[in-house]
């Protein structure tokens, strides 16, 4: 069974930093690509991050390029994302999800990242 | 980024009833060297990620009932709900594919009637 599983998520005051981790199994994970997805009420779902099986090819979206990295250690069958200089409007439910062809096949089921003062 | 717009926001259908949801791309999805619509529909419930149901338009995910189905090319999509079912409430979204970034609808939120 596949299974995505993210963690990392909490409080964190606007300037501040997270790292998200999201823990995979039941796939080969060093084959696949890996996106992460984040949702607001406000904004529903934005894509925020790509990164291919082999790290060799990375995508962001604007809204959060020279703020997030995304890495992956395919040993430990893991991703990341390392969120920097946070801001209010990045408060949201964010979720990894396995690419399948371009659209994503699973998700975890999100961790919850609020900025706040 | 291709703006994705869905119609209507909510709909209440009866139980058995059919439900359609229509998706709209500001440019079309359609690759012409394959002949792929890069369009996918996800369905997701009060407290759950989204779930695949529908890619490449019209392909049904394994484990699917086949009640839901997908159809469309270009720049217009529906996915159709027949028979709907008590457990098919949820908000229903598009995404393109065709493109980065990929890119979402606003949701649409299928209740009973």
């Known amino acids: 069974e596949v299974q995505l599983v993210e963690s990392g998520g909490g409080l964190v005051q606007p300037g501040g930093s997270l790292r998200l981790s999201c823990a995979a199994s039941g796939f080969a994970f060093g084959s696949y690509g890996i996106s992460w997805v984040r949702q607001t009420p406000g904004k529903g779902l934005e894509w925020l991050s790509y990164i291919s099986s082999s790290s060799e090819t990375i995508y962001y979206a604007d809204s959060v390029k020279g703020r997030f990295t995304i890495s992956r250690d395919n040993a430990k069958n893991s991703l990341y994302l390392q969120m920097n200089s946070l801001r209010d409007e990045d408060t949201a439910v964010y979720y990894c999800?396995?690419?399948?062809?371009?659209?994503?096949?699973?998700w975890g089921q999100g961790t919850l990242v609020t900025v706040s003062s | 980024d291709i703006v994705m717009t869905q119609s209507p926001d909510s709909l209440a259908v009866s139980l058995g009833e059919r439900a359609t949801i229509n998706c709209k791309s500001r440019?079309?999805?359609?690759?012409?060297?394959?002949?792929?619509?890069?369009l996918a529909w996800y369905q997701q419930k009060p407290g759950q990620p989204p779930k695949l149901l529908i890619y490449?338009?019209?392909t049904r995910e394994s484990g699917v009932p086949d009640r839901f189905s997908g159809s469309g090319s270009g720049t217009d999509f529906t996915l159709t709900i027949s028979n709907l079912q008590a457990e098919d409430v949820a908000v229903y979204y598009c995404q393109q594919y065709y493109s980065t970034p990929p890119t979402f609808g606003q949701g649409t939120t299928v209740e009973i009637k």
């Open positions: 440019q079309s999805v359609l690759y012409s060297s394959n002949n792929k619509n890069y």
């Open positions: 999800a396995k690419r399948r062809d371009g659209y994503m096949d699973y």
């Open positions: 490449w338009a019209s």
